[in-house]
């Protein structure tokens, strides 16, 4: 069971280029969602979905898109990279989980993103 | 607007020691708090969760207390080890675990 996979690692852009990482989840999760993590602050909310062909904005949205073809899959894409993008992005998938009271987030290891 | 914040941006303590993290919520119709850890170049990872009906719930060598009166979370670790040292993020959530404001973040600091 490989949880929350995403790709790539890392990854240098250069201001304007287009860009998607991949996510896949293998644990059957409805929900996924994109964050990114800049330095000293908390994970944001990018784009967020409950099931296949269902996709929705979170807190800081623009300049990317997302999609959901499969309940497996949730990429993001980077229409024209801009500096303001450089951080890292976690791909998260939600369910349940034993002896939790709720829905909790599995996150995967990040995508260092850096656009010159 | 909605946040969830933290105290304290470190924290150091003693191997050993107890650690009390601390965070603050401002909907108070949030059903649902996650703690996570981060540690270095890896992604979050949940630690103990509490639900808005209860006000404290223990994990292995972790307690998470929630105070809904004054909208207070807070971690307690018992015997501090060397491996807690991480950033510990609370989270709130809704009963479908998306759209989750995170806070900050603590840093925690063990001392041998």
């Known amino acids: 069971n490989a949880g929350v996979t995403q790709t790539p690692k890392f990854q240098v852009l250069k201001t304007g280029q287009s860009m998607t990482l991949q996510c896949a989840q293998d644990?059957?999760?409805?929900?996924m969602s994109w964050y990114r993590q800049d330095p000293g602050m908390g994970l944001r909310l990018i784009h967020y979905?409950?099931?296949?062909?269902?996709?929705d904005q979170g807190e800081v949205p623009n300049g990317y898109n997302v999609s959901r073809s499969t309940t497996e899959d949730f990429p993001l894409r980077l229409l024209s990279a801009a500096p303001s993008q450089t951080s890292v992005y976690f791909c998260?998938?939600?369910?349940?989980?034993?002896?939790?009271?709720?829905?909790?987030?599995?996150f995967g290891e990040g995508s260092w993103l850096t656009v010159v | 607007g909605e946040s969830v914040g933290l105290h304290l941006p470190t924290l150091s303590v003693q191997e050993g020691d107890n650690s009390i993290i601390n965070c603050a919520y401002s909907?108070?119709?949030?059903?649902?708090f996650i703690w996570y850890k981060q540690e270095s170049g890896k992604g979050p990872q949940f630690i103990i969760d509490?639900?808005?009906?209860?006000d404290k719930r223990q994990g292995q060598r972790v307690t998470v207390l929630l105070n809904k009166t004054v909208k207070h979370l807070s971690l307690q670790i018992a015997a501090t080890q060397p491996g807690d040292s991480a950033v510990y993020f609370c989270?709130?959530?809704?009963?479908?675990?998306?759209?989750?404001?995170f806070g900050a973040g603590t840093r925690l600091f063990v001392k041998a």
């Open positions: 509490i639900r808005s009906n209860m």
């Open positions: 998260a998938s939600s369910g349940t989980r034993t002896g939790s009271s709720g829905n909790t987030i599995y």
């Open positions: 989270a709130e959530t809704d009963t479908g675990g998306f759209k989750t404001i």
């Open positions: 909907n108070s119709a949030s059903d649902y």
């Open positions: 644990m059957n999760h409805e929900y």
């Open positions: 979905s409950v099931g296949a062909g269902i996709t």
